[in-house]
């Protein structure tokens, strides 16, 4: 799959700002750059390359590596500094939700919303716990802070064979 290009016009190298298209941005591209625009985000050339292949593919998690990979697949070549660099500001943006699920590695989520994971340990993949996890009380934040987020990941191994 190939990134729609955009037609970049000169001055900033470092983040050009998106002028007109040759064709005509498809639907995607056009969500996508409207996503990036609801953000407060400039639509440069980077963040609607990996924005594409983050939010028109449906709910993903993804870590800077395997994106990496896919933008390189794409024909979107970008630094894997780059890839850091626009995950961290979309995710300060509100588009993505960070996890580390094993202390070393970090996953970023297209879905945002207060949700539990099982983490595949050995095989560093991230999925969604589907089948419901309740709770009956969440603690009390310490005096002078208050609860941001809650984070559950239940890690999971494979059975070893008896």
Known sequence: MDIQAATIPAGDASEPEVAGFDPPPDEGVQRCLQLLADAGLRPTRQRLALGQLLFLHGHRHVTAESLYDEATAANAYLSLATVYNTLNQFTEAGLLRRIAADG??????????????????????????????????????LPGYEIVRLDVIVHLRRKRAT
Do not use: C, M, N, W
């Open 104 to 141: 070393i590695k970090s996953f970023f989520d297209t879905d945002t919303s207060v949700h539990p994971h099982f983490y595949l340990e050995g095989e560093d993949v991230l999925v969604d716990v589907t089948d419901g996890l309740t709770f009956t009380r969440v603690p009390q934040a």
